[in-house]
């Protein structure tokens, strides 16, 4: 069996392979899905009369809040649209706590901590590691966080301010919050503290590509529960749209409203509204916004089909895959400590997969176990290849099979 392995790993070397599959992007057609944005003729003012093409409306305009209003399912008052990038949106929530956070600034607290369920988003655990917060990770389960874990990390420490969750189709494992589970984090978080920040990365909001479980509106569950102040949503049309080229959304309330607004009135005059008009122009409303969500469903999900093919082919004993209902991600658990030594194998073929450990904070894995494969943005024929580097290099680590 050894010698099957090493004749396949010869072979696929001397394809001299270059595939990328490190990141979640959308693939060209899924982006050719939005064409028409580009040449959309839009009027020059805003439905209440305000001029697009000069400054003013710093937190959107009317119709783009509108149609955020109805995707997060929040009041229009709840609601601010902003530019290209969700994550700016979140990272400007967490420099206004950092710097203004009513009593203690966090910039004032010791040891400021965040819980982050783990596996999760590379790029969340740099944000809170630029403002020297310390991200303690939780782990998840199917429907939600680790509520014991939760109670326990909390339990005799005063430093938390905060947790950073994708409730749906989490990054990059898929799990989907339960209700109940959001109302259990609210109450444990809240009994904590009426200022512990609720941070939801809803990225994946409506990207379902197969039938998935039924939730709640996030802001209804956010009401029911009263944290409504202490709670901030955000998303955007980044994989709706266009990657960086579309508009964002938050959904908050109360001492997190007034912040968000004091830090983005010093650092920003206003978000692009020609590109807020073009996009309501483009959809008019949440529910073309979701039949469009259909047409990239088509598109992606047999891609993961293909990835699964490949996948299933390992003896089971190598580990255990994701199979999510939607997102952008499937995660591969070894079941021995060698995601290291696979992605290295990988990049020996020419494959990039994203870094071993990333998917925790300071991109430790303590079991050396999760790895990330973005199955998206390449085409099926490089799909086909990277899982074939993929199994091989897997059968290779578990095997201990030296070239
Ligand atoms: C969980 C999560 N949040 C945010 C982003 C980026 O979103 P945006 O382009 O709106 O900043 C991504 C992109 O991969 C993501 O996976």
Known sequence: MHQEIIARFDSLKEKQLSIDITRGKPDKEQLDLSNDLIDLSIPISSEDGIDLRNYGEPFGIIEARRLGSELLNAP??????????????????VLSNYLFADPIPWKDIKNPKFVCPVPGFDRHFMMLD??????????????????????????????????????????PSGE????????????????????????FDHAYLIHDFLPTPEQKPLWQVVEESNVQDQTV??????????????????????????????????????????????????FKDAATVKSHM?????????KFELAYEYLEKLPEECGTFSRPTGGYFITYSTSKPIATKVVELCKEMGVLITPAGSTFPK???????????????????????????FT????????????
């Not at 989907?176 to 941070?199: A, H, P, T, V």
């Not at 991109?363 to 580097?389: C, G, H, Q, W």
């Open 130 to 171: 630029d403002f020297g917060i310390e991200a303690v990770p939780i782990p998840l389960k199917e429907d939600g966080i680790d509520l014991l874990a939760f109670e326990e990390a909390l339990k005799d420490d005063e430093d938390f301010v905060g947790i950073l969750c994708v409730p749906k189709h989490s990054n």
């Open 392 to 403: 091989t290099s897997v059968e290779m680590a578990h095997f201990g099979i030296e070239i």
């Open 363 to 389: 991109n430790y894995d303590p079991n050396d176990s999760v790895i990330r494969i973005a199955p998206t943005y390449v085409t099926k024929d490089e799909l086909a290849d990277a899982m074939n580097v």
């Open 76 to 93: 229009i008052e709840n609601i601010l649209a902003g530019e290209q990038s969700s994550l700016l949106l979140a990272y400007q929530t």
């Open 233 to 282: 949503v955000t998303t955007s049309f980044s994989k709706v749209t266009f990657g960086g080229g579309s508009i964002s959304f938050m959904a908050t309330s109360g001492h997190s409203m007034d912040l968000i607004k004091k830090v983005r009135t010093t650092m920003i005059i206003c978000p692009d509204k020609l590109n807020q008009k073009r996009h309501v122009e483009f």
């Open 176 to 199: 989907i919050y339960s209700d109940d589970n959001l109302q259990r984090m609210f109450e444990i978080g809240s009994n904590y503290s009426n200022k512990f920040l609720f941070l």
């Open 294 to 302: 259909q047409k990239h469903a088509k598109l992606i999900r047999p």
